[in-house]
Nanobody, 125 residues
Framework: QVQLVESGGGFVQPGDSLRLSCAAS????????MAWFRQAPGKEREFVAA????????YYADSVQGRFTISRDNAKNTVYLQMNNLKSEDTAVYSC??????????????????WGQGTQVTVSS
């Protein structure tokens, strides 16, 4: 059974940093694209960042470009999201996702087969 477990969320002030982790278990995903999405209260889920298996293709949402960095450690079956200079509009539940049958880092949520439960990130002064 595949499980994705996120960690690293929390309550921070604007300008602070957080590093999210997502550990996958149940099967290896070293040939699969992985991504982060987020959903704020009252809003639809939105794409944040995605990464190819070897990290040679990475995409970001315009809203986080230059502030967030996605990375992965295939040996640990883990994907990370380093978030710097956080803003109040970054407040959301952040979820990781894995494409079960593709290496392409899609921006579309419907392309992802496995999802974590999410971790809350709250940015407020």
């Amino acid at each position: 059974q595949v499980q994705l477990v996120e960690s690293g969320g929390g309550f921070v002030q604007p300008g602070d940093s957080l590093r999210l982790s997502c550990a996958a278990s149940g099967r290896a995903f070293n040939v699969n694209a992985m991504a982060w999405f987020r959903q704020a209260p009252g809003k639809e889920r939105e794409f944040v960042a995605a990464i190819s298996p070897r990290g040679d293709a990475i995409y970001y949402a315009d809203s986080v470009q230059g502030r967030f960095t996605i990375s992965r450690d295939n040996a640990k079956n883990t994907v990370y999201l380093q978030m710097n200079n956080l803003k109040s509009e970054d407040t959301a539940v952040y979820s990781c996702a894995v494409r079960g049958r593709s290496f392409y880092p899609s921006r579309a949520a419907f392309d992802y087969d496995y999802w974590g439960q999410g971790t809350q990130v709250t940015v407020s002064s």
